[in-house]
């Protein structure tokens, strides 16, 4: 996981209550047990495992406030004991569960709670296209429950078994008794998602790059969805299978904008600044002066394009935005404008409620009160005439959105024309920033005062807070799952793929109450079954793999879950060790996408070269000596260039300092040899390793005015740019891509 170089989170939102309040026994404090016990019920953990394998309580202090964050009052006795007993009771006063997740093929009860004694009905309602009959009756069993006293009505509990054979999708339960009516959410999702299954007959690989860094000689300063195409064209050609980007959500709608791509203001929408605005067709139509204008605003960028050094988001946001507004209001084609207003409607209110926060936010500050206040919230008043007031901005927004799904379209089409298997394979976030669209347009399927992190590690011994609000279990639930639903929809769209970082976070997220140091946090558990089983269904519609990013903390179990599910894993080479000594590839996982390094690593040759112990050294960030630091980093690359030569990969005596001329090259190609002898079905390249460049992408730890995180270029060894234009003739690109092709016998 990425961590936004950022402050601590903030939240206007409602504190909880002071653990040290005093309960109704005069005590200063709650009773333990019965603190756990709520805790366990709402599915908070009271104790983790730590990095250094020890187990660590949680506070009682961070206890009652993520509790708080969960809607539960926990701090005294009294209030403790009710909530409890709240807990218990909540599913009787429900008719029905809000949503019900089960696995094609296999059988499932839903609860009715009625009357005691009064008659129930249950049938479910199929989505649209899954079946011919679109109503079936679900049979209620010979299961007796105790009744249960629901505020002084004898209430019963009805089982009911679905119908056998239901298909994948998204239908509707509707219960029914003594005209009382209720309806819930049915989701059917596959017990494994097949996708990859073509890969285990024959394994793919692909590059992986930083969308943002690429650039063709007509950027306007940033890669773009052109370039994706071009990409996706020119490595297609040479067998690859497909290109993971970063993600390439949505940031601010106007500059400044966050660097980051893990820190977005919404997962389901897309950035345009990753728009050519050349490729518009109304561009052709333009009056001569506007025309004009957008040629001059090409001028100006075009410094900004060669720059080698760093990139400037802002200004090019700036001038794309302006050249932007004039194609807008360009006339429209009828097939045009039909297209144009097809988009929106399947689109629906989300993006019409996105469209509104990046009109109201172009005005206003993040941290302005509006984006707080009760009374100004989505579907308000005050928002529904602001909806009113700033209708054309709003068109402006939706009019974006349409523009990037058209050329992510035509992205993939470039991608499975070149021959890819897969073609673009996204990258989903963690979460969202703090400020973000998201936290406002979904504040009710979110938690309130948390922010997500991690616990502290070897790395970063204070923990870390992401500042991004978490989804709240529950409402997430009681919203059908539409939310988490309908960004995965949008993100796969256009999609072979997607990779979901940290996918760990859908079983369990590390939540950091507002005013807490992120070591004082707790892990709170999801309901995995659910958001595996929605994700399986969304990709396998989509007929896209699912890629998780499982490294890191993990509880045993969880990777031959995601396995058994058909969900890819991860395996960096640097991380995968038996003991203190490389991990034979041999023994590496099928089910995985296999890569030498990831982007939270410096390229391979800059890693090879120990430059990022320098750099280390530079800002700080290391706890000894660099001298010790770059004498245990040469230890390890020692072990890994003897299994290259034992490998034959190496010739006997090449070693870890590299001085002969060639051996960077020769060794990063023996890497990506070795890795092709393991199982795993999908490999991967950093396209930063096939030109050799040696700066990291991120530096975790700093903060952009140590590092400029995020904002590198892409660049070959000697620091200076390096143009799509360029890889056909670049010999280091070519061999690399070739050495792949062969070790994987092609």
């Known amino acids: 996981m990425k961590a936004p170089d950022q402050q601590q989170a903030q939240s206007s939102d409602t504190p909880a209550a002071s653990p040290g309040d005093v309960d109704a026994a005069g005590q200063g404090s709650v009773d333990q047990h019965l603190l756990q016990r709520l805790a366990d019920a709402y599915g908070v953990g009271t104790t983790f495992q730590g990095w250094d394998g020890l187990p660590h309580s949680v506070a009682e202090e961070t206890l009652i406030k993520v509790l708080a964050a969960l809607g539960v009052a926990a701090h005294t006795n009294q209030l403790i004991e009710a909530a409890l007993a709240e807990a218990e009771l909540a599913p009787w006063r429900r008719m029905l569960p809000p949503a019900v997740v089960v696995q094609e093929g296999e059988p499932a009860q839903v609860p009715v709670h009625v009357r005691d004694g009064a008659t129930a009905r249950l049938s479910v309602e199929l989505e649209a296209g899954t079946g011919p009959d679109q109503r079936l009756e679900a049979t209620q069993q010979d299961v007796w429950v105790p009744p249960q006293d629901v505020d002084g009505i004898p209430t019963g509990r009805a089982t009911f078994a679905l119908p056998q054979g239901l298909p994948l999708g998204w239908h509707t339960l509707h219960a029914e008794s003594e005209g009382i009516s209720a309806h819930g959410t049915l989701v059917v999702v596959p017990a494994r998602l097949t996708t990859a299954q073509p890969l285990e007959e024959r394994r793919g690989w692909g590059l992986a790059t930083q969308l943002y860094s690429v650039r063709s000689k007509r950027s306007w300063g940033i890669g773009d969805f052109a370039d994706l195409a071009d990409l996706a064209t020119l490595s297609g050609a040479r067998g690859a299978d497909y290109i993971l980007v970063n993600p390439l959500h949505a940031a601010e709608p106007v500059p400044p904008v966050q660097p980051s791509p893990y820190s977005p203001s919404t997962r389901r929408f897309f950035n345009p600044l990753y728009i050519r605005v050349e490729d518009i067709p109304e561009l052709a139509y333009l009056k001569p002066r506007r025309r004009a204008t957008v040629d001059k605003l090409v001028e100006q960028v075009q410094g900004l394009n060669r720059n080698g050094e760093r990139l400037d988001r802002n200004s090019v946001y700036a001038a794309k935005l302006q050249a932007l507004e004039l194609l807008y209001h360009a006339k429209r084609s009828p097939t045009r404008q039909a297209a144009f207003e097809h988009f929106c409607r399947i689109s629906g209110s989300g993006l019409d409620d996105f469209a509104l926060w990046s009109a109201i936010r172009e005005d206003l500050a993040p941290e302005d009160p509006l984006w707080t206040d009760p009374d100004c919230a989505l579907g308000s008043a005050e928002a529904e005439s602001l909806r009113e007031k700033l209708a054309d901005r709003i ?83 009681e919203a059908g799952y539409a939310p988490f639903r309908n960004m995965l929809s949008t993100v796969l769209r256009h999609a072979g793929g997607i990779r979901v970082d940290h996918v760990l976070g859908l079983f369990r997220l590390w939540w950091v109450p507002t005013g807490n140091s992120p070591r004082d946090g707790a892990y709170v558990r999801y309901d995995h079954e659910a958001l595996i089983g929605i994700l399986a269904l969304e990709a396998q519609r989509a007929g896209a793999v699912v890629i998780g990013e499982d490294l890191g903390t993990f509880e045993p179990w969880v990777r031959d879950y995601l396995a058994a599910r058909g969900i890819l894993g991860t395996s960096i080479l640097w991380f995968e060790n038996d003991g203190d000594s490389p991990l034979p590839p041999e023994r590496y996982r099928t089910q995985a996408l296999a890569s030498v390094n990831t982007h939270d690593l410096p390229p391979t040759a800059g890693y090879l070269a120990g430059d990022h112990v320098a750099l280390r050294s530079r800002l700080g960030l290391l706890e000894r000596s660099e001298e010790d630091e770059r004498e245990g980093h040469m230890a390890t690359l020692e072990k890994m260039m003897g299994l290259l030569r034992e490998r034959g990969l190496l010739p006997d005596g090449a070693g870890a300092a590299l001085d002969e001329l060639g051996s960077e090259e020769r060794t990063i190609e023996a890497l990506h040899r070795l890795l092709a002898q393991s199982p795993s079905v999908l490999l991967g390249v950093a396209l930063v390793d096939a030109v050799g460049e040696r700066r990291v992408q991120n530096q975790p730890g700093t903060t952009e005015a140590l590092y400029p995180n995020w904002q590198v270029p892409l660049g070959g060894p000697d620091g200076k740019a390096v143009f799509l234009d360029d890889l056909p003739g670049n010999a280091r690109f070519n061999s690399l891509l070739a050495a792949v092709q062969e070790a994987l016998g092609r």
Do not use: K
């Open 395 to 477: 068109g402006f927004h939706r009019w974006l959105q349409w523009i990037c799904d058209e050329q992510l379209e035509n992205a993939q089409q470039a991608a499975r024309r070149a021959g890819m298997r897969l073609g673009v394979v996204h990258d989903l976030a963690v979460g969202v920033d703090l400020s973000s669209a998201d936290a406002w347009t979904l504040r009710g399927v979110l938690a309130p005062g948390i922010s997500v992190g991690a616990p502290p590690d070897m790395y970063n011994q204070l923990g870390q807070d992401w500042n991004q609000p978490p989804w709240h279990p529950g409402r997430l639930a």
